[in-house]
T-cell receptor, first 110, second 113 residues
Framework: EDQVTQSPEALRLQEGESSSLNCSYT??????LFWYRQDPGKGPEFLFT???AGEEKEKERLKATLTKKESFLHITAPKPEDSATYLC???????????FGPGTRLSVLP | NAGVTQTPKFQVLKTGQSMTLQCAQD?????MSWYRQDPGMGLRLIHY???????DQGEVPNGYNVSRSTTEDFPLRLLSAAPSQTSVYFC????????????FGAGTRLSVL
């Protein structure tokens, strides 16, 4: 059974304090690993897709990396507007469905 | 381009009532899905569809019904609402041709009393 866990459950950072969020997964053949950002009261918004171990993608202060068992979302010098819940999801190669992790709730204090 | 539109945004039901949550997308995506989001549990798949006329069950399908008569619309029906169905519901659509990126609606917050 495909599974996704995320840690920590919640993270509080001071503005400018860099850190990483973890997504650990088990899947029967990975088609893609997806990162989403979710603001309160809104639907998740796509950030990145990673397809194979060793791949990295960047967008502004965010960088996502992938190994065979986990993915990290690195946040460099975060700002208060980066506060949100970050969700990780995997899609198996033999299916169309996505399995989501519970998310990490990030708060960046000014 | 509206993307994925969900209605209503909020709904309060009494136990035993039925209702339909509406979802429409204008991106011509073949894949559509319904999730529920509960605190600490992430998004759980209720039902999904890989094209018009084709639907299947996800992880938590009991108490819900779906149909897909057109590419654009994918309504979710609650047959007899129960307090355990109090949740936030999200509809999403995606396409293989667009990297399987899921686009989500704004959600429907449902309370069953």
């Amino acid at each position: 059974e495909d599974q996704v866990t995320q840690s920590p459950e919640a993270l509080r950072l001071q503005e400018g304090e860099s850190s990483s969020l973890n997504c650990s997964y088990t899947v029967s053949g990975l088609r893609g690993l997806f990162w989403y950002r979710q603001d309160p009261g809104k639907g998740p918004e796509f950030l990145f897709t990673l397809y194979s171990a060793g791949e990295e993608k960047e967008k502004e202060r965010l960088k996502a990396t992938l190994t065979k068992k986990e993915s990290f979302l690195h946040i460099t010098a975060p700002k208060p507007e980066d506060s949100a819940t970050y969700l990780c999801a995997v899609q198996a190669r033999d299916g169309q469905n996505f399995v989501f992790g519970p998310g990490t709730r990030l708060s960046v204090l000014p | 381009n509206a993307g994925v539109t969900q209605t209503p945004k909020f709904q309060v039901l009494k136990t035993g009532q039925s209702m339909t949550l509406q979802c429409a997308q204008d991106m011509n995506h073949e894949y559509m899905s319904w999730y529920r989001q509960d605190p600490g549990m992430g998004l759980r798949l209720i039902h999904y569809s890989v094209g018009a006329g084709i639907t299947d069950q996800g992880e938590v399908p009991n108490g819900y019904n779906v149909s897909r008569s057109t590419t654009e619309d994918f309504p979710l029906r609650l047959l007899s609402a129960a307090p355990s169905q109090t949740s936030v519901y999200f509809c999403a659509s995606s396409s293989k041709g667009r990297g399987n990126i899921q686009y989500f609606g704004a959600g429907t917050r449902l309370s069953v009393l």
